[in-house]
């Protein structure tokens, strides 16, 4: 990890990339620019994922509505790289089943959803679709509402923490020498005399020291703020320079229940009762997740977006209609939370309908990348590399794929002390070659998970030590998820977690109340139930 002290030297250097935003977009891009011999600087105006990364639906997947809209180019790209992402990151990327009910009368029926399953299974080379009939249907997915229940599907898609994937495709760039820094936020633009990006003034966001730094080329990464940077010009008004906004930002949601409250053996797709929106619970690291909206997002994007109650009120709506016996209640969600999509403004009338492609434009030296998906962050990080290559000639003959991780291939993790059953592989594919590093620096108790999550303490000690936490929330909605797993986003737990991380983090006790006041503030405002 680069320490803060040395900011202003890597600041002086001239770079030939400079990576704007650290969402998966930009992380990919750092990784793939740096393992091509390319000086790649990567910059973050809060936390690393904190963004869109780190509040997406957490499903590395086709996206079986893609294919319903006929896109079978994305669908056929996604499936191949939810492959490539299950062989390379596994212990991050999972398999995960899904069960979709086959009700009288409901869309889609048996017939269209196989014959989408068929296509679906087809461009992954395998064959994971199965129909079950009512029976064995209702023994898989108990809990369902019983009531015109015919049988149901069953297929397979993957999914992730969003978070320690950006995570973990940072530290790979590392590894090839790539560095990104977070809690630096680019204000404006350089240009050289020939009105050309040139590179960027930077705001350290934790000092408020002003840099400029000189690049190459200047990438922007920023997902749903894309349009802020783009064609802003040196004094930090923008847009500028013609460059009319082309991103219509939608929010999406989503409720987190315990898992015992909705228990789940496998994954729930469904349609949505008032609409016909698919929407899908899962069981995610302990804890079951239900989303998604998609509704347009007109607040301040500089502000975190946070669940309304319209769409709280939409999905237990949906809830209710799938499992009428469990008898959900509001007070059963323990936490929600809201990102924007980056979409490509088509002009739609229904949200939903927007494509989800991945969008590069160059304009004036500066080059955009945003919209898609995170299980196609790969492809779209080679996308923009091809382009780059028509200003950096040296990529030219450097553009061919290579495997996502390798770059330390980690040995067989040495444990002497119990650790829980799964947790090797998730350790591996989290921290790659570190974990053993992170193991050997557990104390004791520190391998045991926290209860309600599957998170082992030593996680927390050793984010605190060498992840670059500037803030309690970094630690708690990023590094962990634990702020979206327990209730009150782990008040509970925040005694033993100050006992282990303040002193990693060498805060003061003054600095820690502060930093729990902040989170628990933040925590209430954006990630709780909505109160009107
Ligand atoms: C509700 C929802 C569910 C989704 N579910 C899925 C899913 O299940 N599977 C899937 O594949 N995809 C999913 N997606 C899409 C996916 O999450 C996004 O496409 C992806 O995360 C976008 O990544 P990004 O890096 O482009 O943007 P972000 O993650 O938003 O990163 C951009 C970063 O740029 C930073 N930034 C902005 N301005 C500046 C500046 N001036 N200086 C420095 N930094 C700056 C921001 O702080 C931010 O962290 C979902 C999206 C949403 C909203």
């Known amino acids: 990890m680069t320490g803060r002290t040395a900011l202003p030297e890597l600041f002086a250097r001239h770079w030939d990339v400079v990576v704007v935003g650290g969402g998966i977009t930009g992380a990919g891009i750092l990784l793939e620019a740096a393992r091509r011999g390319l000086s790649a600087l990567l910059v973050e105006q809060r936390d690393f994922a904190w963004g869109t990364s780190s509040r997406s639906s957490k499903l590395v997947h086709g996206g079986l509505r893609y294919l319903k809209e006929g896109r079978f180019a994305l669908t056929r790209e996604s499936v191949r790289e939810r492959e490539h992402l299950l062989r390379q990151a596994a212990g991050l990327v999972e398999p995960q089943s899904f069960a979709f009910g086959d009700y009288a009368g409901r ?9 989408g399953l068929a296509i679906y299974d087809r461009m992954a080379g395998q064959k994971s679709r199965h129909y079950f009939g009512r029976e064995e249907f209702a023994a898989l997915a108990p809990n369902v509402a019983a009531g015109g ?18 995570l973990r495709v940072l530290q790979e760039a590392r590894a090839h020498r790539g560095v990104a820094v977070n809690y630096v936020a680019v ?6 005399g020939r009105d050309s990006v040139s590179g960027v003034r930077l705001r350290d966001g934790l000092t408020g020291e002003l840099h400029e730094v000189r690049a190459r080329l200047v990438v922007n990464a920023t997902g749903a703020w894309a349009d802020r940077l783009r064609g802003r010009d040196d004094d930090g008004a923008g847009p500028g320079r013609g460059a009319a906004p082309r991103l219509r930002p939608l929010r999406g949601s989503h409720l987190v229940l315990p898992a015992w409250r909705l228990p789940l053996a496998q994954a729930i797709s469904l349609m949505h009762p008032a609409d016909g929106r698919p929407v899908f619970a899962f069981p995610w690291e302990g804890v079951t997740l239900v989303g998604t909206t998609d509704v347009d997002h007109k607040d301040d994007l500089s502000r975190e977006a946070a669940i309304t109650r319209g769409e709280f009120d939409y999905l237990m709506a949906a809830l209710r209609d799938q499992f009428p016996q469990l008898d959900l209640q509001d007070h059963d969600v323990i936490a929600t939370y ?3 999509r980056p ?8 949200p939903s309908k927007e494509g989800r492609d991945h969008a590069l434009w160059l304009e004036h030296g500066l080059l955009t990348v945003t919209g898609g998906k995170l299980t196609t962050f790969r492809v779209i990080a080679l996308d923009a590399l091809k382009l780059a290559a028509t200003l950096l000639p040296e990529l030219r003959d450097k553009l061919a794929p290579q495997p996502l991780f390798g770059a330390d291939a980690p040995g067989p993790l040495r444990y002497g002390r119990a650790l829980p059953a799964g947790q090797a592989a998730r350790l591996q594919g ?3 070659p570190l974990a053993q590093q992170l193991i050997d620096a557990a104390q004791p108790g520190e391998l045991e998970t926290i209860p309600g999550t599957q998170t082992i303490w030593a996680q927390l000690r050793w984010a605190a030590r060498g992840e670059s936490v500037c803030k309690l929330e970094d ?17 509970e737990i925040l005694p033993r977690i100050r006992a282990i991380c303040q002193p990693e983090l060498g805060w003061s006790d003054q600095r820690w109340d502060a930093e729990q006041a902040a989170y628990l503030a933040l925590w209430h405002a954006h990630y709780s139930l909505p109160t009107s």
């Open 475 to 491: 630690l708690l909605l990023r590094r962990s998820r634990i702020g979206i797993q327990l209730r009150g986003g782990g008040i």
């Open 187 to 192: 204000e404006s633009l350089l240009r050289d």
């Open 343 to 350: 979409v490509i403004d088509g002009g739609k009338a229904d």
């Open 107 to 115: 869309k889609p029926g048996k017939r269209a959803f196989l014959i």
């Open 430 to 432: 989290r921290y790659g």
């Open 149 to 166: 229940l015919q049988g149901g599907m069953v297929y397979t898609d993957a999914k992730t923490d969003d978070a320690r994937l950006v």
């Open 338 to 340: 809201a990102g924007v």
